[in-house]
């Protein structure tokens, strides 16, 4: 098997893990970064916002210079980088701006019931294995309440819990990466 890149069929363990997780603005003060860092990605969809996300966290991201042209209305009013078509034309067509396929519709049907910036303050701290593990259980949501939000702390603990038997596996060199339920025992036969 190569290790190529985009081959995704490796088996073994990751070597090194980092301690703590990347920090874009730990080293980067820097305007444009504060700035992306505060930028809501809009008019995608979930996995097209991952992956803009995702460029903007590990410093991937290269905003336009100028607007683009909209592969929709053949105009130059493309304002955001990765997209091809123009809020105008994605928000009409209710297609995704990036990946032009069908926006899910339940994206939009959240009803948020409680402060989003005690979301936020949720997420923010959060390594991007939970952030993920949290919005994938904010979208599968029909609204969002007080009880959500303890249903979130609830999972945060479980994570935490599963984190520690990782860390008492990970003395011995071959770390199974592929039990993600964190049992560490054997079925006896
Ligand atoms: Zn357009
Ligand atoms: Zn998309």
Redesign the pocket.
Same mark, same amino acid.
């Given at each position: 098997m190569s290790c190529s890149r985009g081959n995704t069929n490796r088996t073994r363990a990751q070597k090194h893990q980092n301690k703590t997780a990347f920090k874009n603005d730990l080293h980067d003060s820097s305007k444009k970064t504060k700035f992306l860092n505060t930028l809501q990605v809009t008019g @995608?969809?979930?996995?097209? %916002?991952e992956?803009i996300e995702w460029k903007i966290k590990y410093k991937k991201y290269k905003p336009l210079a100028a607007p683009k042209k909209c592969v929709g209305c053949d105009q130059r009013t493309v304002k955001f980088a990765y997209h091809v078509l123009c809020n105008n034309c994605s928000a009409e067509k209710k @297609?995704?701006? %990036?990946? @032009?396929?069908a926006?899910e519709s339940t994206e939009t049907t959240i009803e948020v019931n409680v402060d989003e910036d005690k979301i936020k303050s949720i997420l923010k701290p959060l390594s991007e294995r939970k952030r993920r593990a949290i919005l994938r259980y904010i979208n599968k949501q029909e609204k969002i309440t007080d009880e959500t939000i303890s249903n979130i702390e609830d999972i945060l603990l479980e994570m935490d819990n599963i984190n520690i038997n990782d860390c008492n596996n990970s003395n011995s060199s071959i770390v199974d990466s592929s039990s993600d339920d964190g049992d560490d025992f054997k079925v006896e036969k």
């Open positions: @995608v969809c979930l996995r097209c %916002k992956i @297609v995704c701006a %990036k990946c @032009v396929k926006m």
